[in-house]
């Protein structure tokens, strides 16, 4: 079954397309990795996902209420000088179900504890989130996830600048999601933990470059072409022009 059906979508800003005539899936339940050249369109695609970008042309079928969807954007689109606390960012998982001046009862309180723990923050809850380092805010952000209890969870490079210990503990959430039945869409740029860890992975260069199993996406062929793709794509195109490539990866 699928959960989303992307049917012919080009995505971009002030009408310079990003991601260009897309068409695909997404199954319900599914471990999918995007990868991806720089400006191949990553996070512009999360973005339309989780309905924050409108598309150009074209549409994504099967699109999910709000309330379904966890999203967690680029840690630099984050404005860490905000004057909040670990605890009051986590909670703030639960806002969709309270409201955003809802109260919050015991068992909230409990789930909130319960959320900090399980990404090894205790004891923090009280710490401004501008005092945290990369890993810590990570971890927080995680934590705030796990209280949305979301049907889809979308990730924008989620291990960007943490530890290898805390990029373990992360990815041991992902996959207890993934055990859930939920599914987890991630923009990753590391491809031996896309290879070792998602069993599906979208190879994106402004277009789909491959869309399959992990191992046949990501094969060298694949990977350099989807390279070329993006240093020949004009930026100047219009929205509705596709550019063709042939096996050479030139553009037509």
Same mark, same amino acid.
């Given at each position: 079954?699928?959960?989303?059906t992307?049917r012919?979508?080009?995505l971009?800003?002030?009408?310079? *397309? &990003?991601?260009?005539h897309l068409?695909? =899936?997404?199954?319900?339940?599914?471990?999918?990795?995007?990868c991806?050249?720089?400006g191949?369109?990553?996070?512009?695609?999360?973005?339309?996902?989780a309905g924050?970008?409108?598309?150009?042309?074209?549409?994504?079928?099967?699109?999910?209420?709000?309330?379904d969807?966890a999203?967690l *954007?680029?840690?630099a689109?984050?404005?860490?000088?905000?004057?909040?606390?670990?605890y009051?960012?986590?909670?703030m998982?639960?806002?969709?179900?309270?409201?955003?001046?809802g109260g919050v009862?015991?068992a909230d309180?409990?789930?909130?504890a319960? &959320?900090?723990?399980?990404?090894g923050l205790a004891?923090?809850?009280a710490? *401004?989130?501008?005092?945290?380092?990369?890993?810590?805010?990570?971890? @927080?952000?995680f934590a705030?996830?796990?209280?949305?209890? @979301?049907?889809?969870?979308?990730?924008?490079?989620?291990?960007t600048a943490?530890?290898a210990?805390?990029s373990?503990?992360?990815?041991?959430?992902i996959?207890?999601?993934?055990?859930?039945g939920r599914?987890?869409?991630?923009?990753?740029h590391?491809?031996?933990?896309?290879r070792?860890?998602?069993?599906r992975?979208?190879?994106l260069?402004?277009?789909?470059?491959?869309?399959?199993?992990?191992r046949? +996406?990501?094969t060298?062929?694949?990977?350099?072409?989807a390279?070329?793709m993006?240093? +020949?794509?004009?930026?100047r =195109?219009?929205?509705?022009a596709a550019?063709k490539f042939?096996g050479t990866g030139v553009?037509a």
């Amino acid at each position: 079954m699928n959960l989303l059906t992307f049917r012919d979508l080009t995505l971009g800003y002030d009408r310079h *397309p &990003a991601v260009h005539h897309l068409g695909g =899936a997404v199954a319900d339940g599914d471990l999918l990795a995007v990868c991806g050249p720089n400006g191949a369109g990553k996070s512009t695609l999360l973005k339309a996902i989780a309905g924050v970008l409108s598309p150009l042309s074209g549409a994504i079928l099967g699109a999910l209420p709000r309330r379904d969807i966890a999203y967690l *954007p680029q840690a630099a689109e984050l404005d860490r000088s905000f004057p909040i606390d670990v605890y009051d960012l986590v909670a703030m998982g639960l806002w969709r179900r309270t409201g955003l001046f809802g109260g919050v009862s015991r068992a909230d309180r409990t789930r909130i504890a319960d &959320a900090i723990a399980a990404v090894g923050l205790a004891g923090f809850e009280a710490r *401004p989130i501008g005092t945290l380092s990369g890993g810590q805010m990570q971890r @927080a952000l995680f934590a705030r996830l796990l209280l949305q209890d @979301a049907r889809l969870i979308l990730l924008d490079e989620p291990f960007t600048a943490v530890d290898a210990g805390t990029s373990a503990d992360l990815l041991a959430l992902i996959q207890r999601w993934h055990s859930e039945g939920r599914t987890v869409v991630a923009v990753l740029h590391d491809m031996d933990l896309v290879r070792h860890h998602f069993p599906r992975t979208l190879l994106l260069a402004r277009e789909e470059v491959a869309w399959c199993d992990t191992r046949e +996406a990501l094969t060298p062929e694949n990977l350099s072409r989807a390279r070329r793709m993006c240093e +020949a794509w004009d930026e100047r =195109a219009e929205a509705c022009a596709a550019p063709k490539f042939h096996g050479t990866g030139v553009a037509a």
